[in-house]
């Protein structure tokens, strides 16, 4: 169906034609007076200018045109050169009529759908969700649910918080409970065949309060950690097991909020990707090595105190959680390590994709 405020362009701008003017000049936008009427057309200026009359005398020739109309109730002139129109009530309730009937109710598509990338929910392996997630996934989702109605291609992507120090912690964790010296795929497979997601969120509780009091825990966290993140025999297996428990539970919840994903990708999806991109940063002069470890100085002259540098690769070999397996990690992933893109190569490739990646904190 036709707009309402398209309806009334239409119509003024039959009257500007019938008085001798260009129709293009009726477009009707909503009015930014309200109290001198609903709509207002701005078209008299241009069209005194052109034909040297004045604008009083342009607007009299059209709103005569527009006052026999069964459209509008009142017609008036606003200096400099505004047409404020006020549609009756029939109209409009013949308007409201036709947009009950529409299936779309009266939103239109979009003239150039173009594709939407959409980054929300965000939870944690093991850990229950929290408000914050609950913002993260309401408003993810009502974007969603608006760019499809709109027209727009949608790809929404969970973000599963999946990787990084927290695996380890719970691995380390499970291998105690379990009194799992040596860990291979067949006993990470069995250890972990009766496992229920609530008792993921109690070992990581008591895996968290442990490694918060004890060094040593902490340390076994941290390798445990980096026999995950280098593919050691049994760490990826466990931590499958582990993935496939929580996702489970996880997809019963979002069922319940009515909420879907076309993608349920984690951090770890982007893992075997992450060495490349350290090589190039380290290539291109942007990460340098330190101590054993790779990072970036980030420190300016300006700066009033110390500023340590972002680490990407600690000494022992394993990848901080933070900057390499963040939404923004992924995204620099996606962007600069694929084989046949780069960052300004792909906005020319897809110029009408655009992405958004929503907090927990609804930002």
Not at 12 to 29: K, M, T, W
Not at 96 to 115: A, H, Y
Not at 144 to 171: C, E, Y
Not at 330 to 356: D, L, V
């Amino acid at each position: 169906m036709t707009p309402l405020r398209d309806l009334l362009t239409r119509q003024v701008s039959a009257a500007f034609a019938d008085a001798g003017y260009d129709p293009a000049l009726g477009e009707v936008v909503a009015s930014q007076r309200p109290d001198l009427g609903q709509f207002q057309c701005s078209g008299v200026l241009a069209a005194a200018k052109k034909h040297r009359r004045p604008p009083q005398a342009i607007a009299d020739d059209v709103m005569a045109r527009l006052r026999v109309s069964d459209v509008f109730s009142t017609v008036s002139f606003a200096a400099p050169g505004f047409i404020n129109l006020t549609v009756t009530d029939e109209f409009l309730t013949a308007c409201l009529e036709e947009i009950g009937r529409d299936e779309r109710l009266g939103c239109v598509l979009v003239s150039e759908p173009g594709t939407v990338v959409l980054d929300f929910g965000g939870p944690n392996i093991a850990k229950a969700m929290h408000v914050g997630h609950l913002r993260s996934t309401i408003i993810g989702d009502s974007l969603q649910r608006l760019f499809r109605f709109a027209g727009h291609k949608v790809l929404s992507d969970i973000h599963l918080g999946d990787w990084g120090t927290p695996m380890g912690m719970l691995i380390s964790e499970f291998q105690h409970r379990r009194g799992i010296t040596h860990l291979d795929d067949s006993t990470a497979a069995r250890a972990a065949a009766t496992l229920t997601v609530h008792d993921l969120e109690e070992m990581y509780l008591a895996a968290a309060t442990q490694t918060r009091a004890s060094d040593e825990s902490l340390r076994e966290a941290l390798h445990a950690t980096v026999g995950l993140q280098q593919n050691h025999p049994g760490y990826r297996e466990l931590w499958r097991q582990l993935v496939a428990v929580s996702v489970a539970a996880l997809r019963e919840d979002f069922d319940v909020l009515g909420v879907s994903f076309d993608l349920w990708l984690g951090e770890s999806h982007f893992s075997d990707r992450i060495p490349g991109l350290v090589e190039r940063l380290l290539a291109q002069g942007h990460a340098v090595t330190s101590e054993g470890a790779v990072v970036i100085p980030v420190a300016e002259p300006t700066d009033q105190q110390e500023m340590p540098p972002l680490i990407l690769v600690k000494s022992d070999g394993g990848y901080t959680c933070a900057p390499m397996t963040s939404s923004t990690s992924s995204t620099s992933a996606r962007a600069f390590t694929s084989p046949r893109c780069s960052a300004p190569r792909a906005r020319r490739a897809w110029p009408g994709m655009r992405g958004w990646s929503i907090s927990r904190s609804g930002r």
